[in-house]
């Protein structure tokens, strides 16, 4: 229960005195006896015989507080600030007054949403460059799409050459001793790939499926440290010979891969394709320089506890991400030698940016008294429910209308932002066309 809220010197930081009764917090004692029974040990008593009265008397009275003002701690400080009639944001300490057979009396400092100022989010200038898509660019993405329906066949009829894909068991020694990590079976590996130490893979051109031969080899002087500038024996044994066959670029090869009638059809539906590509790519680059702008315009305090919020969950998403992979956040940091603190602190300047970003957004939208309409939140539920195969109420029942509706005020507030804005379009030089063709 709320008892009392006040604002402190400290901007958006306010105080909320909180009274915990004595039955709830006597309620929260029983349940964490409960928990905690089959643990107790007293001599004298089998574990999950004792009483808790036998438990106070050996441990003394206030032994299950703290397990019980973790068990109802959260539930009562959530519905002060709901009393309290505060847009909270983020508690900061709290201070335990009392607590006792009587109830708990608790002191929670919380901040709540500041109030900001955007100096200006109208005439924002952005640039972009031209969208020109080069014969190069519709070369490389024709030559990926030949990759795409090359068929690979095998060989039986001659010795491997150089392009081939061969399929061979190998087994490295140095100094008439296996090493670690030199042995493979049934290895697929392309001829010229590079993907070997220098002189590997020329050593196997030329010889035949079902041959074992010897390939001699030099570890490069910048290797692992055991092995770097040794001389190393590989026993080899090739199994199959495949090849790559790309198909010609011909009218029959247009209509089979691309449903085009004509290689020229082809050409202009990849050209289309490359310049809708660059268009969205510099859309959405106009969209970040303004909303970077827009940041820089934001004045007011940002609680810390925004910023740390932020980066909590830019972490969740990195470590849904990383889970999709077989991976996690915490071995994505080992990789990288990071600690979480050294992370977070990494992460704190963009946390802080996207904060200011959406309270600028928030202010946009109310000042301009933006609004979404019921119709437009149902046409959202059902392109959600079309993306992802399921239900409209089973969307509905996962996403708060509420958060939708935030979403797309936010979006609304975005384009704003871009239809206000002053974008001047230049030209692309010859070395950014190079550089998107790569």
């Not at 190998?170 to 493979?184: C, L, P």
């Not at 070997?196 to 030329?206: A, D, L, M, T």
């Not at 000042?367 to 019921?374: H, I, R, S």
Request: proline fraction near 2%; glycine fraction near 6%; aromatic fraction near 8%.
């Amino acid at each position: 229960m709320l008892k009392s809220s006040t604002k402190t010197e400290k901007a958006n930081l306010w105080t909320l005195e909180v009274s915990i009764s004595a039955e709830k917090f006597e309620e929260a004692q029983q349940k964490a006896f409960a928990k905690m029974k089959n643990k107790i040990s007293i001599p004298g008593f089998r574990k999950g015989k004792v009483t808790r009265g036998m438990a106070a008397k050996f441990y003394g009275e206030g032994f299950l507080y703290e397990d019980a003002l973790n068990i109802c701690y959260a539930e009562e400080v959530e519905a002060a600030i709901t009393e309290s009639g505060l847009d909270v944001v983020g508690t900061d300490k709290a201070d335990i007054k009392e607590i006792g057979k009587d109830g708990v009396e608790i002191t929670v400092d919380v901040f709540t949403k500041p109030e900001i100022n955007v100096t200006a989010y109208k005439g924002l200038e952005a640039s972009t460059k031209k969208v020109v898509v080069s014969e190069d660019e519709v070369k490389a993405r024709m030559d990926a799409l030949v990759e795409r329906n090359s068929r690979i066949s095998a060989v039986e009829d001659r010795a491997a050459q150089d392009g081939d894909i061969t399929v061979i068991d190998f087994e490295g020694f140095v100094d008439g001793v296996a090493f670690e990590g030199g042995k493979g079976e049934n290895y697929e590996l392309t001829l010229g790939s590079g993907q070997f130490i220098p002189g590997f893979e020329e050593q196997i051109v030329g010889h035949n499926i079902g041959e074992e031969f010897d390939v001699n080899v030099t570890f490069p002087e910048q290797y692992v440290e055991d092995l770097a500038g040794k001389e190393a024996v590989f026993k080899c044994k090739l199994h199959e010979i495949k090849v790559k066959e790309l198909p010609e670029i011909n009218d029959e090869f247009a209509q089979d891969a691309a449903d085009c009638d004509t290689v020229a059809d082809l050409e202009k539906q990849l050209n289309d394709e490359i310049a809708e590509e660059k268009k969205s790519a510099s859309e959405r680059e106009v969209e970040q320089q303004l909303l970077e702008k827009l940041a820089e315009n934001v004045e007011g305090e940002i609680p810390y506890v925004m910023v740390d919020s932020e980066i909590d969950n830019q972490i969740r998403d990195l470590d849904y991400r990383f889970s999709s992979q077989g991976m996690s956040f915490d071995m994505y940091l080992k990789y990288t030698g990071m600690t979480i603190e050294q992370y977070r602190e990494s992460a704190k300047d963009g946390a802080e940016n996207n904060v200011k970003i959406r309270l600028a957004l928030e202010k946009i939208a109310e000042t301009e008294a933006l609004e979404v309409p019921d119709e437009e939140i149902e046409a959202e539920y059902e392109k959600f429910a079309q993306q992802y195969s399921m239900e409209v109420d089973q969307v509905k029942a996962a996403v708060p209308a509420e958060n939708l509706k935030k979403d797309l005020l936010f979006n609304k507030a975005v384009k704003f932002v871009i239809d206000n804005a002053v974008v001047t379009e230049t030209e692309e030089t010859e070395e950014t066309e190079e550089e998107s063709a790569e």
